[in-house]
């Protein structure tokens, strides 16, 4: 009688003990939403990615006395160091959240904002007296510079590397929404895989 006791004893706590280690709780779909927007939250930041770059500028300019007969000229050799910044502010993201068809689409996704914070140097500054180096002129190297670093950013790998970055915090949307079953859109076109995410976003 003693070793039936024991037998029934021993197969309770056995039984217990195997569902206890099976049991998987199902996670309600009003957690699952509060999940994503917590993962929203968390990206929710700046994103940057910066580069520095030189440049250097010989800026002339003439003015013309009595007609062609006499100019009067001016010129400096200019040394602009920039540090460059392009920033994705993800808190401006916009998002709508579908808990019933269990879909996170997101509608608005910020532009990159570049940002040139340019040093000046100035060498072998000539000028006349008639033709003096004067605000505009400073004005007018700043805007070149500033122009010129533009178009040399927008052909560096510094803009690539800012959209990488980009995905890889995007991508945190699709590896939660799929891991819970739900589906992840980018307006209102399903998105299936990181690659149809980088798709949309180029």
């Given at each position: 009688?003693r070793?039936?006791?024991l037998?029934?004893?021993?197969t309770?706590?056995?039984?217990?003990?195997f569902?206890?280690c099976?049991?998987?709780?199902?996670?309600p779909?009003?957690s699952?939403?509060?999940?994503?927007?917590?993962q929203i939250?968390n990206?929710?930041k700046?994103?940057?990615?910066?580069g520095?770059f030189?440049e250097v500028l010989t800026?002339?300019?003439s003015?013309?006395l009595?007609?062609?007969?006499?100019?009067?000229?001016k010129?400096?050799?200019?040394?602009?160091?920039?540090?460059?910044t392009?920033a994705?502010d993800l808190?401006?993201?916009d998002?709508?959240?579908?808990?019933e068809e269990?879909i996170?689409?997101i509608?608005?996704?910020?532009n990159?904002?570049?940002?040139i914070?340019?040093?000046?140097?100035?060498?072998?500054v000539?000028?006349?007296?008639?033709n003096?180096?004067?605000?505009?002129d400073?004005n007018?190297i700043?805007a070149?510079v500033?122009?010129?670093?533009l178009?040399?950013?927008?052909r560096s790998?510094?803009?690539?590397?800012?959209?990488?970055r980009?995905?890889s915090?995007?991508s945190k949307?699709?590896?939660l929404?799929k891991?819970?079953?739900?589906t992840?859109q980018?307006?209102?076109?399903i998105?299936?895989?990181?690659?149809?995410?980088?798709d949309l976003?180029l």
């Amino acid at each position: 009688m003693r070793n039936f006791l024991l037998g029934i004893f021993i197969t309770v706590i056995v039984v217990l003990v195997f569902r206890q280690c099976t049991y998987k709780p199902r996670v309600p779909v009003v957690s699952q939403s509060d999940l994503i927007e917590e993962q929203i939250k968390n990206v929710g930041k700046l994103v940057v990615s910066e580069g520095h770059f030189s440049e250097v500028l010989t800026y002339r300019d003439s003015k013309e006395l009595f007609g062609s007969y006499f100019t009067a000229d001016k010129k400096a050799l200019v040394v602009a160091q920039s540090d460059v910044t392009i920033a994705y502010d993800l808190s401006l993201l916009d998002y709508q959240l579908n808990v019933e068809e269990k879909i996170l689409n997101i509608t608005f996704i910020p532009n990159a904002e570049i940002s040139i914070y340019p040093e000046f140097e100035y060498y072998d500054v000539q000028s006349d007296f008639l033709n003096p180096f004067e605000a505009a002129d400073y004005n007018n190297i700043k805007a070149k510079v500033k122009k010129d670093l533009l178009e040399r950013v927008n052909r560096s790998n510094l803009k690539s590397n800012a959209q990488n970055r980009l995905l890889s915090e995007l991508s945190k949307f699709f590896i939660l929404t799929k891991s819970m079953g739900w589906t992840l859109q980018y307006k209102q076109t399903i998105v299936s895989s990181e690659e149809d995410l980088e798709d949309l976003l180029l």
